[in-house]
T-cell receptor, first 115, second 113 residues
Framework: GAGVSQTPSNKVTEKGKYVELRCDPI?????LYWYRQSLGQGPEFLIYFQGTGAADDSGLPNDRFFAVRPEGSVSTLKIQRTERGDSAVYLC?????????????FGPGTRLTVL | GQNIDQPTEMTATEGAIVQINCTYQ??????LFWYQQHAGEAPTFLSYNVLDGLEEKGRFSSFLSRSKGYSYLLLKELQMKDSASYLCAVRDDGGGATNKLIFGTGTLLAVQP
């Protein structure tokens, strides 16, 4: 079966612009997570969805960041008024509560560059 | 606070054994994961420990001591393709409904011929 997919794979934008990053989780996975990873660092948690609702958004750095998952499947991470410090790889992961370890399966990421 | 420590880099020889250590301090604990990440790729799941002791899975083993806040990943019979970053992550339920992973910075392992 298909894994987690993310689009676009690369996004270059200018400071101040708005961007949307999309995540398609593994079919049937009810949990979805967004992380961001800077060079040489581990992934940093942003937000966790269980179904359509955000169960934990404590990792969102500020109110410029917002994420939705309206139908409990595809999710979109939205960043307003982008800043150079937002440049990173944005990773999406999904998991199934029925899995043995409930491990998270990661997508390939979207590399965001803010000029 | 949340803190996960692991060495930044390690070097080992093909065919040898290497141990990557991880220590953690988190507000909640609901399991520890090891992920492998090749450059430019997504992290892939390697192992999971929630109880104290050793879990073995082929050439990879992982150990956990919850009282010490300590884990290690053991890689045997190293191959060149094992050159990658190894990420230690704690599932922090924080006593609530979250299922988030708190990651260390990763250990970049270089396997030399």
């Amino acid at each position: 079966g298909a894994g987690v997919s993310q689009t676009p794979s690369n996004k270059v934008t200018e400071k101040g612009k708005y961007v949307e990053l999309r995540c398609d989780p593994i079919s049937g996975h009810t949990a979805l997570y967004w992380y961001r990873q800077s060079l040489g660092q581990g992934p940093e948690f942003l937000i966790y969805f269980q179904g359509t609702g955000a169960a934990d958004d404590s990792g969102l750095p500020n109110d410029r960041f917002f994420a939705v998952r309206p139908e409990g499947s595809v999710s979109t991470l939205k960043i307003q008024r982008t800043e150079r410090g937002d440049s990173a790889v944005y990773l999406c992961a999904s998991s199934s509560t029925g899995a043995p370890h409930n491990e998270q399966f990661f997508g390939p990421g979207t590399r965001l560059t803010v000029l | 606070g949340q803190n996960i420590d692991q060495p930044t880099e390690m070097t080992a020889t093909e065919g040898a054994i290497v141990q990557i250590n991880c220590t953690y301090q988190t507000s909640g604990f609901n399991g520890l994961f090891w992920y492998q990440q090749h450059a430019g790729e997504a992290p892939t799941f390697l192992s999971y420990n929630v109880l104290d002791g050793l879990e073995e899975k082929g050439r990879f083993s992982s150990f956990l001591s919850r009282s010490k806040g300590y884990s290690y990943l053991l890689l045997k019979e190293l191959q060149m393709k094992d050159s990658a970053s190894y990420l230690c992550a704690v599932r922090d339920d924080g006593g609530g409904a979250t299922n988030k992973l708190i990651f260390g910075t990763g250990t970049l392992l270089a396997v030399q011929p």
